[in-house]
């Protein structure tokens, strides 16, 4: 009885972890919850793996949301033009922040970039275009699924920033979308593609790790002053998740990069999941530390526990630990942690130890030598301009440029749509284990049993 009241007291939240009507699981129980949540959806379309499109000679690229990643994605568009790309459209709700942005553009060159501001939904303008081939979204977490849905059914390819989704729902959506308009919509996951992160999957695929057994990855990140700013963060969006959320809510910059090492939908999955929530103090004490005509001034019993930790089991019987913390004092860290039968890793700084080669992690000399042979071919290649453009490092550029690259050349994108879903499903799914108590939580297969199919990730398979 008392496991029924709670459920029907939490009935509203659970639904909108789904992504559902209330009403809809007025009379399920926590059992039937808990597989509901991780039922298959019919397919309305057909299955977009190693989706090809003809190639794109010069991919005419618009950016929707252009006041944080959004104004990077456009500088680094700009800085592909003319040669694989061309940035036809900007848009934000924001006047001043098109204009910064027009402005930077008009700086280095730019000619006859439209500009769409001030408007709601201008952003629905951009996608009925029809001199777009791609839109780039990287606007407030909850804008991101109704702007890559309309996109896509307007005949655009999407790239979306991370996380792509916030409930079950729209994971599903978005892929069936996808699948119904053969188009591709990929999650704007640069991580994937930083120096250290390429390195590490070359030698994964290349056999030096052995085995691959466990991993540990996270977002560690104080944000208290860019969360709390009145500039920063549009009508601050993203403290706002805080108040009412306690779940791991931007999994993806750690879990991305593991997923790849560990070929998830291609040969194995994120079979099920448990989370736990520490107190939350961080954000209650800071909030008494702004300025008194801030809103969130004084403000207590943010949701948001100020540790979230995810532990994630594959169909392999593999485990992942994923962090979620970014109210503390500690220093910045994804961890990037791999463990394998022959070899171990792990960052911040990059270390690394293999069997056979000592007690410790190895010698600069040593540690230099892996570097060196097993430096992924992308990075290679692109290391000179990468540095000259940079973005967190280099990886924007290498990001964005790789996309152009196999649009150019009609192949496959290194990550999917699958990928997408089943990367940022585990906010909701994180959310709800904590809620009931951290009980495990089986994935939902995004792929409908397409992951079992091991494939070489188009970054390896087409570098």
């Known amino acids: 009885m008392n496991s029924r009241r709670h459920f029907l007291r939490n009935a509203g939240a659970f639904a909108a972890l789904l992504g559902l009507p209330a009403s809809t699981i007025a009379n399920w129980n926590t059992e039937e919850l808990l597989q509901r949540i991780s039922e298959e959806k019919p397919m309305t379309g057909k299955p977009v793996i190693g989706l090809r499109v003809d190639p794109i000679e010069k991919v005419r690229t618009a950016v929707i949301g252009v006041g944080n990643r959004g104004f990077e994605h456009a500088r680094l568009v700009h800085a592909l033009s003319p040669d694989k790309a061309e940035l036809v459209a900007i848009c934000d709700i924001r006047e001043q922040k098109v204009k910064e942005c027009a402005d930077y553009l008009v700086s280095k060159g730019a000619k006859n970039v439209s500009i769409y501001a001030g408007k709601e939904d201008g952003w629905k303008e951009v996608c009925k275009r029809d001199d777009i081939d791609l839109v780039l979204i990287a606007t407030p977490w909850e804008d991101h699924v109704p702007m890559a849905l309309y996109a896509m059914q307007h005949g655009k390819h999407v790239g979306v920033e991370v996380p792509a989704a916030l409930t079950v729902e729209d994971c599903w959506k978005l892929v069936n979308t996808a699948e119904e308009t053969q188009r591709n919509c990929m999650m704007l996951e640069n991580v994937c593609y930083g120096e250290e992160e390429l390195w590490l999957l070359n030698m994964a695929e290349s056999g030096v790790f052995g085995t691959l057994t466990y991993a540990e990855c996270a977002y560690i990140h104080d944000l208290r002053e860019l969360m709390f700013s009145k500039t920063y963060y549009y009508n601050q969006w993203r403290l706002r998740h805080h108040l009412v959320t306690d779940g791991n809510l931007y999994p993806t910059h750690g879990l991305g ?3 790849q090492y560990m070929g998830i939908d291609r040969g194995d999955r994120f079979n099920h999941m448990v989370s736990m929530s520490s107190l939350q103090a961080g954000l209650d004490e800071h909030a008494a530390t702004v300025e008194p005509d801030n809103e969130f001034y004084g403000k207590t019993g943010f949701a948001h526990g100020d540790m979230v930790n995810t532990l994630i089991k594959t169909a392999k019987g593999r485990s992942i630990l994923v962090q979620h913390d970014v109210v503390t004092a500690r220093p910045y860290n994804r961890i990037n ?26 010698k600069e000399d040593d540690y230099k030598e892996y570097r060196e042979r097993y430096a992924h071919p992308l990075w290679a290649r692109l290391q000179q301009e990468a540095q000259k453009q ?13 996309m152009m690259d196999c649009f150019n050349k009609g192949i496959p994108l290194d990550m999917d749509v699958y990928d997408a879903a089943s990367w940022s499903v585990v906010t909701p799914l994180s959310e709800l284990s904590i809620q009931l108590g951290s009980v495990p939580i089986r994935f939902p297969d995004f792929t409908r049993g397409q992951w079992e199919k091991e494939r070489k990730l188009g970054v390896m398979a087409n570098p």
Do not use: N
């Open 257 to 259: 990069p593991v997923a």
């Open 337 to 362: 942690m791999l463990a394998g039968t022959k070899a171990f890793h792990v960052g911040y700084p990059s270390r690394m130890s293999v069997k056979g080669k000592g007690h410790g992690y190895l």
């Open 390 to 402: 940079g973005g967190h490092g280099g990886m924007d550029f290498v990001m964005l440029w790789r």
